[in-house]
């Protein structure tokens, strides 16, 4: 009986863990780490990525092939913005949601925009991550 407990309390652990640290789509078997924040962050990771899927098709495709960590950390690029370490070829770091979640699918976009330059081997950009940054806002605010 106490070792039925302690599988019980070990599998809840697991699903919580799963269901706040890791996004899985089947359909296309994009797989996505995401690592707390340790500060307050306003927005669901697993919710940007859904709007991305819904909204930015394009763009989400990119994000699964591209991409496998997600640290909501402050790194490099402050509280408030997002950064990509070439050090870090599949990990991309987000700030604190700025409280708006078509801005912080739009730092994602963006930061998955460098990861593309860094695997392709081309110089950084900002003008051109800022660009896939803003067709993205574009594309999922048009009413």
Do not use: W
């Given at each position: ?6 599988l019980?309390l ?92 078509a ?41």
């Amino acid at each position: 009986m106490k070792k039925l407990k302690l599988l019980l309390l070990f599998l809840l652990f697991g699903l919580f863990l799963y269901s706040k640290f890791y996004y899985y789509d089947p359909g296309i078997n994009c797989k996505i780490t995401i690592i707390p924040a340790f500060l307050p962050s306003n927005n669901n990771t697993k919710q940007i990525l859904k709007m991305i899927k819904s909204g930015a098709p394009d763009d989400y495709m990119r994000i699964c092939k591209y991409v496998s960590v997600i640290n909501k950390n402050p790194s490099c690029g402050g509280f408030d913005g997002g950064c990509f370490q070439p050090s870090k070829p599949r990990t991309i770091y987000i700030g604190n949601d700025q409280s708006n979640i078509a801005m912080s699918g739009a730092i994602i976009v963006h930061e998955v925009c460098h990861a593309i330059q860094a695997s392709e081997r081309r110089p950084m950009s900002e003008r051109e991550c800022y660009a896939a940054g803003n067709s993205y806002l574009e594309s999922v605010t048009k009413y």
